[in-house]
């Protein structure tokens, strides 16, 4: 028996050696030629480990489905070892960390095994062929197909949506790619305040998180005096993105009287030439006083003294006039003290245009209250995309592979054998000397055309000793 396992790695024919273990160890053996029936073989429990010439996309694929169920090793020559550390920039994670790299420049025979656990009634699996590295074509897909598919072999991570009929070859994939992309956030929050000049059109920037944009104020007016009023800010594209609370700094100019406005007052008593009285016209209290007066007389055999002035203000502006008469007045143009009764007082009453403002704006100060930009990482749809022979997807300048789908639209040229249902393979298994039994190293040491074994080392190791 000890030849037979002598001759099992030093020929690669794993499955032409199982025969000379003589009868009473009944081996299954057969090639994998549907999906369902390969999950099935690598969903069996124990340690799994896949000598390839290459290191595929495909291989991370086997070695995913298996792992739910067990440790993967993926062991490569030295020259594709130096191609991985090459991609991985010499810092190997991910599905390299799983590679172990053998001690030969010769590429290996494609060959792989689970091994149960230790002192388990289970049974192992041996495998063999280039179906462990190359695609395989698999026929049990789904016709219609409607499912989804995770995309690898890309710059990015992705999954696929897949539509269509495999044997029509009309297979479409609205794909989904994994990004890190700037998103706002869901509410306002402050920002800082800003003070600009007059005259200010509304428009500003601001750094809301990656950078200077330019944000309006929606409904702004430079006319308008603002006194703690919000308006909702927009962004470049006219999305709200918060709000402001502006208020306006300015001074009021007088620019002439308002004529089209009159105010009147009056009372009871005496005036004269000259004199000066107070009275709020609208703007706040004034000083006018009286000029031009003059006299006449009216009513039966002129009994009656009337007398009328004209109004000027502090700043000699000509502002309106006043009348006077004893007893009663009955001028309709003097209503507010005229139908007053004075009794045997004289009686006055006054008109006076108030004055004519101009509110001029000097600056306008703004608090912002926006919603920042934030970096988040999500799915980003890219469309709908025609499926390739293989099960390959062109997006964005890179080819994603679907691994499911690698039979689509090509024949199959990849193979993978497999042995399996019998105490026999896990012992073979164990003797070829993967990192345990009785001929460990031995293996590795043939591979290399060594004399003296070596075993392989983790490919991140590899990498940093041959920088």
Not at 219 to 224: A, K, L, M, R
Not at 264 to 282: E, I, K, L, P, R
Not at 447 to 464: D, H, S, V
Request: proline share 6%.
């Amino acid at each position: 028996m000890r030849k037979a396992l002598f001759l099992l790695p030093l020929s690669g024919l794993v499955f032409a050696q199982l025969t000379n273990f003589g009868a009473g160890n009944p081996v299954s053996t057969g090639n994998v030629t549907t999906r369902s029936q390969l999950q099935t073989l690598l969903a069996t429990r124990g340690e799994m480990h896949l000598v390839v010439p290459q290191a595929t996309d495909w291989t991370f694929y086997l070695a995913g489905l298996h792992a739910p169920y067990g440790s993967v090793k993926v062991y490569v020559h030295r020259p594709e070892a130096r191609r991985l550390c090459g991609l991985s920039g010499g810092n190997p994670t991910g599905n390299y960390a799983l590679v172990q790299v053998l001690a030969t420049e010769n590429p290996p025979t494609p060959m792989g095994m689970i091994l149960p656990p230790d002192g388990s009634d289970l049974k192992g699996v041996l495998l063999e062929g280039d179906g462990l590295y190359k695609e395989m074509v698999l026929v049990d897909l789904p016709d219609p197909l409607a499912a989804w598919y995770n995309l690898v072999g890309g710059p990015k991570r992705g999954r696929a949506y897949v539509q269509g009929s495999p044997s029509q070859g009309n297979l479409r994939a609205d794909v989904y790619l994994v990004e890190e992309v700037w998103e706002r956030r869901s509410y306002p929050e402050l920002i800082g305040s800003f003070s600009f000049t007059a005259p200010w059109n509304g428009t500003f920037t601001a750094d809301l998180g990656k950078g200077p944009e330019t944000l309006t104020l929606s409904g702004y007016s430079s006319s308008t005096q603002y006194s703690g009023t919000t308006l909702r800010v927009l962004d470049a594209s006219g999305q709200d993105i918060g709000y402001a609370v502006l208020t306006s700094q300015g001074s009021r100019r007088v620019v002439g009287v308002d004529t089209s406005t009159v105010r009147t007052g009056g009372g009871c008593g005496n005036y004269w030439n000259g004199m000066v009285f107070t009275a709020d016209v609208g703007g706040g209290p004034e000083t006018f006083y009286l000029t031009n007066c003059y006299q006449w007389r009216e009513g039966p055999f002129g009994i009656f003294l009337r007398g009328g002035c004209d109004i000027y203000d502090s700043e000699g502006r000509l502002r309106g006039a006043a009348r006077s008469g004893g007893g009663r007045t009955y001028y309709g143009f003097f209503l507010l003290y005229g139908a007053n009764y004075c009794g045997f007082r004289t009686a006055y009453d006054w008109q006076i245009y108030p004055l004519k403002y101009e509110y001029r704006k000097t600056s306008e100060s703004v608090v912002l209250y926006a919603r920042r930009w934030q970096k988040t990482t999500r799915e980003v749809y890219k469309g709908n995309f025609a499926v390739l022979p293989g099960g390959k997807v062109y997006v964005e300048g890179s080819y994603y592979s679907i691994p499911e789908l690698a039979g689509y639209l090509q024949p199959n040229s990849a193979t993978l054998k497999y042995a399996k249902d019998s105490p026999l393979v896990s012992y073979l298994a164990k003797q070829i000397g993967l990192d345990r039994g009785s001929n460990a190293g031995d293996f590795w040491a043939r591979q290399a055309g060594a004399q003296t074994p070596e075993k392989p080392k983790p490919l991140g190791e590899f990498c940093r000793l041959n920088r």
